[in-house]
């Protein structure tokens, strides 16, 4: 605890020294997240028999474990570890059992993970909370565009085993005016009963996912409402492709940014004011991206791996259970965000495409080809033969010839003439189990080539 408090001091400072705009040092926010690192890790080797067990395994001195480059040496933990490792084996025994409590990833993931949380967290968590409401419009001016005003609408499950609703209801401890901005929906209600909520309402910002947002704005369509005019529309990240943010966007004719996180390892990435993708929220969590178990080289898509730097109750700490794959850039952004940029893309490992001269096609190319074609709700690319690349596409609406002919084009022009590019309209991709999206964009049947 002692640990934390001084690392929290020292963040702290990190941010006064920005806020008044003085220099940092270079690389003083990389040294930070090592420092909690190593933190992170010994108390885990000495607290948590998972991970006592699995270094012990491996072999692995938790005290070489310094720099952010040594995390690769750490063997990974899976969503199978955690759910065979629950309850006592994620557990710190440095913590009262009766001051945890449980929260589980979402039901419709088919196969829920539950992790401990501090309890105290959320009891010491209105104020911290009343401060983020008050400076929430202050920080997300930055996406909004223009001033936006403190009424907020998040919707989310009112349930005892999300994050989002055990803090909503420490803050309905408080006053009601001074909560008043903020308005809490339920998933679970009825399209028009949210749409009238969000009518009598007003937000100017609203968090959901963009699922229900799309629901709401078909309901409206159907009962021939209008839709709130929202100036700033906050989805989950892995879910939401650029066509359905566009069209989001045009629905509440405001800006639609996103929000990556989950259950596990708390909140991941939020989007770059300024460009596509998202930065690590690199105060709480270190992001890698790891193909067949090494990092990714820069540029390179790799599935996502997580380690969250301050859940001491049960450490995250390379955890590969989340089934998202991304790139990371790492060149300085233009928002100013010290963190890689990530791009995430779609919910599963992609396959490369190999062509007939064995050149081998990224499948972020082909999948970055189509993802902006009007009236292309979902598609599967799948290499059949090495001169055979079939396209299974879901359209949106009428217009089947324009938007094949569109793919074709767009494909052709990496693929090249030696691959017959074949469009399939279909009304349904079928869903892959045991991955959290249940997507596979890119798809090769081709045998995987030895060396
Ligand atoms: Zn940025």
Redesign the pocket.
């Known amino acids: 605890m002692s640990n934390s408090l001084s690392s929290g001091f020292r963040f702290c400072r990190y941010f006064i020294k920005q806020y008044l705009g003085r220099d940092s040092e270079p690389g003083e926010w990389r040294r930070l997240q090592e420092e909690r690192l190593r933190v992170m890790v010994r108390h885990a080797y000495e607290n948590v028999p998972l991970y006592r067990e699995k270094y012990d395994k491996a072999g692995i001195d938790p005290d070489s474990i310094r720099t952010l480059d040594d995390l690769q040496r750490l063997p990974m933990v899976s969503k199978d570890d955690l759910k065979k490792g629950f309850p006592f084996a994620i557990l710190s025994r440095r913590i009262d059992p009766g001051n945890c409590l449980t929260v589980s990833t979402s039901g419709s993931t088919g196969s829920p993970v539950r992790v401990f949380r501090d309890r105290r967290f959320f009891r010491l968590a209105p104020l911290p909370l009343l401060l983020g409401l008050l400076f929430a419009p202050r920080f997300l001016k930055r996406w909004g565009g223009s001033k936006l005003k403190r009424r907020m609408t998040i919707i989310a499950p009112k349930d005892e085993g999300y994050d989002i609703h055990l803090l909503y209801k420490q803050l309905e401890r408080l006053p009601r005016f001074l909560r008043g901005g903020l308005q809490y929906l339920d998933t679970t209600a009825e399209p028009g009963l949210l749409l009238e909520a969000l009518l009598g309402h007003r937000p100017d910002v609203v968090a959901a996912d963009p699922v229900i947002l799309q629901n709401i704005a078909a309901e409206a369509g159907r009962l021939g409402r209008p839709l709130p005019a929202v100036k700033l529309l906050v989805v989950g990240g892995a879910f939401s492709g650029a066509n359905a943010r566009a069209r989001l966007a045009e629905a509440y004719g405001g800006r639609v940014i996103e929000h990556y996180g989950a259950m596990e390892a708390g909140t991941i990435a939020f989007a770059?004011?300024?460009?596509e993708g998202l930065?690590p929220l690199w105060t709480s969590v270190i992001v890698e991206t790891v193909r067949d178990g090494k990092p990714c080289a820069p540029d390179t898509p790799g599935e996502v791996v997580v380690t969250n730097l301050w859940n001491t109750v049960t450490p995250i700490i390379r955890y590969a259970g989340l089934g998202d794959t991304a790139v990371q850039e790492h060149e300085a952004?233009?928002?100013g965000?010290p963190a890689p940029?990530l791009t995430l893309l779609g919910g599963r490992q992609v396959d490369a495409l190999v062509l007939p001269d064995g050149s081998v096609i990224h499948p972020f190319r082909l999948t970055l080809a189509l993802e902006r074609i009007p009236r292309l709700d979902r598609f599967q690319i799948i290499q059949e033969a090495v001169d055979r690349v079939r396209v299974k596409v879901v359209i949106d609406g009428a217009g089947e010839e324009a938007v094949a002919a569109s793919v074709m084009r767009n494909l052709n022009a990496i693929l090249g003439d030696a691959v017959t590019v074949l469009v399939e309209a279909v009304n349904d991709i079928p869903r892959l189990k045991g991955t959290r999206t249940g997507q596979a964009p890119v798809l090769s049947l081709l045998e995987p080539q030895s060396d």
């Not at 770059?272 to 460009?275: E, I, K, S, T, V």
């Open positions: 770059c004011p300024d460009r930065h952004c233009s928002c965000s940029r």
